[in-house]
């Protein structure tokens, strides 16, 4: 785990501005999600399970403290993760949560963003991708050249599971998803230096980098949303 910590904070030195640190909520992560949002959260994760039982292999990226890839490695039992974070203490949280399953998840501590997937020879090439509340710390742009990335190596059937927090267009919207998701950017903004303030335009950067949307859901009158997307 030391040499691959090593060289992915060389990598995030010579590209730019380095990732968000999540090390220090890794612990509290689940309670500060249930104090929050209660069981909302898990269930928008959970929302597409059923479409994707016949997975082989997936690549997780950013699952915080690994309760979905949990839940996922115990529905699905022929199928094998990648997980991708930039908080080691996440990923430690992963494979402990992953308990009994653990030897079929790989995790990989890098920056999504420059992390670059690969298949290992006779292997058949990742037929899952999985999203929950990462994409919201990237900019518009970085969803879109994530998403190219991903296209260009994923099997041509391959879903990706999305969720994510939205701001709904309507008085709702306006007056309480707003002020919500901006109070959330703020906050982690100070526990972990994000630096993005909006929600990217996720959907019109995937839709670019040739997926097609295929299922959605909303909760909580819009402010979360579930979303199943396909590679063809």
Same mark, same amino acid.
């Given at each position: 785990m030391t040499a691959i910590l090593d060289s992915f904070s060389t990598?995030?030195?010579?590209?730019?501005?380095?990732?968000?640190?999540?090390?220090?909520?890794? &612990?509290?992560? &689940?309670?500060?999600?249930?104090?929050?949002?209660?069981?909302?959260?898990? &269930?928008?994760?959970?929302?597409?399970?059923?479409?994707?039982?016949?997975?082989?292999?997936?690549?997780?990226?950013?699952?915080?403290?690994?309760?979905?890839?949990?839940?996922?490695?115990?529905?699905?039992?022929?199928?094998?993760?990648?997980?991708?974070?930039?908080?080691?203490?996440?990923?430690?949280?992963?494979? &402990?949560?992953?308990?009994?399953?653990?030897?079929?998840?790989?995790?990989h501590c890098a920056d999504a963003r420059y992390w670059q997937p690969s298949t290992p020879t006779g292997a058949a090439p990742c037929d899952l991708i999985t999203t929950h509340f990462f994409l919201d710390c990237l900019t518009t742009q970085e969803v879109r050249a994530l998403a190219a990335t991903l296209h260009a190596s994923v099997a041509p059937s391959a879903q990706w599971l999305v969720s994510e927090f939205s701001v709904p267009h309507s008085r709702f919207g306006r007056l309480v998803a707003g002020p919500i998701v901006s109070a959330l950017y703020r906050a982690f903004g100070l526990l972990t230096g994000l630096r993005v303030r909006i929600l990217p335009d996720h959907p019109a950067a995937l839709r670019e980098s040739g997926f097609t949307l295929q299922k959605r859901r909303t909760w909580l009158n819009g402010l979360l949303v579930s979303e199943l997307w396909s590679a063809n």
């Open positions: 990598k995030t030195r010579e590209r730019g501005a380095p990732p968000p640190d999540f090390d220090r909520l890794a &612990r509290l992560y &689940r309670w500060m999600e249930y104090l929050t949002f209660g069981p909302w959260l898990q &269930r928008c994760r959970s929302a597409f399970l059923g479409g994707i039982a016949n997975s082989r292999r997936a690549l997780v990226l950013g699952d915080g403290d690994g309760r979905f890839t949990a839940r996922l490695l115990a529905d699905c039992p022929a199928i094998r993760i990648d997980a991708v974070d930039a908080s080691p203490a996440m990923l430690r949280s992963q494979v &402990r949560r992953a308990g009994p399953n653990a030897a079929r998840l790989f995790i």
